[in-house]
């Protein structure tokens, strides 16, 4: 059996973008740069991670012989992530809603956390969790019944352009915009906003497309350019698309061979996503800090420290079922 093959590059650009997760949730009142960076370069990171999502379960699909039983084994997986992730932040999702209806009944409680864990995602950042056990299984019915990618990608874009309108100040006044943000909160499961970047992480997954690499940071830094330009005169958020399509051909071929390892990078990289939302949260709620410098690193820092605490002190099982691998 073939070694299976390590894409550093991946690795690396992904704790580069959980990095930048935590970044974004972390903005509050300071310089012009930040707030450059956060509605920039922070806005690829979400994308990248689907992207990432689908080329890998593809490269699954790929090589088992079995596709059921690799789907199944993928969404238990994540089910079980979702999941002790979703009970163990339950007083945090409590305190939220303590904070925005404090005047609310024990029964609209328990009917907003269902719609926080079926429907929109716990604990807000959660959300990509729940997009992944519903994509997967579309994607394995495309990759089993050979269905159209050209289709189910028509299909997946037209959500997507749904999604930036609903996200657009244009169309807030739109009924079915007003529905979708009482039932889901956001359209980001309801119109499978990340169901397009699935299905071109899973087409690059079984088609090799090479692009010269000094053409493709050009092409990063122009589109950032033109980002840079989205954003001050605009308020739909499409260039993203492109940015995170171009940083992955850049980080598939990244040629990093000289590191022997990068496992400890993707690691980090889903400690931090996973982490840092409902530690900051509680931060905020008990003591409000209003300086980025202040919170940004210590976000940083105090999440390095629970995984490695988690890490150490955690049976092997538990920390997989929090974790998604085996210390």
């Known amino acids: ?30 310089s012009e740069i930040v707030y450059w960076v956060r509605d920039i370069l922070t806005m690829i990171a979400v994308p990248y991670f689907f992207i990432v999502s689908g080329f890998f379960f593809g490269k699954g699909l790929s090589v088992s012989g079995q596709s059921l039983k690799y789907t199944k084994k993928y969404f238990l997986r994540l089910f079980v992530l979702y999941t002790a992730w979703s009970i163990l932040v339950i007083p945090v999702s409590l305190l939220c809603i303590e904070m925005r209806y404090p005047e609310s009944s024990v029964f609209f409680r328990i009917l907003y956390l269902f719609r926080m864990y079926f429907l929109s995602g716990s604990c807000g950042i959660y959300w990509y969790l729940l997009a992944l056990l519903i994509n997967c299984w579309i994607l394995y019915f495309v990759h089993i ?36 943000h009482i039932v889901f909160s956001t359209p980001n499961n309801f119109l499978h906003t990340g169901l397009i970047y699935m299905l071109i992480g ?5 088609h090799n497309i090479k692009i010269n690499k000094s ?9 950032i350019f033109i980002r840079s330009w989205e954003c001050r005169y605009s308020d739909f958020l499409f260039v ?7 940083l992955f051909l850049i980080s598939v071929q990244m040629d990093l061979g000289g590191l022997k390892s990068s496992r400890w990078a993707r690691r980090l990289s889903m400690a931090l996503y996973l982490e840092h939302f409902p530690i ?3 931060i905020d709620y008990f003591y409000r800090i209003n300086s980025f410098e202040v919170v940004f690193p210590m976000m940083l820092l105090v999440c ?13 099982p538990v920390f997989k079922m929090f974790y998604g691998e085996s210390k």
């Not at 899973?202 to 079984?206: G, I, K, N, R």
């Not at 053409?215 to 589109?223: G, N």
Request: net charge positive; charged share 10%.
């Open 202 to 206: 899973f087409y690059f997954a079984f």
């Open 215 to 223: 053409l493709l940071v050009l092409l990063f830094v122009l589109f």
């Open 240 to 246: 993203q698309f492109f940015l995170a399509i171009i």
């Open 145 to 180: 019944r050979k269905i159209s990618m050209s289709f189910v990608g028509i299909i997946a874009l037209l959500s997507f352009i749904v999604g930036i309108m609903y996200n657009s100040h244009h169309f807030q006044d739109y009924f079915f915009f007003e529905l979708i």
């Open 304 to 316: 390095v420290l629970l995984y490695l605490i988690m890490r150490l002190w955690l049976p092997n």
């Open 280 to 282: 900051l949260l509680l």
């Open 1 to 30: 059996m073939s070694e299976k093959k390590v894409y550093f590059g991946i690795d690396y650009c992904k704790l580069i973008c959980a990095v930048l997760i935590v970044f974004m949730h972390t903005v509050r009142g300071t």
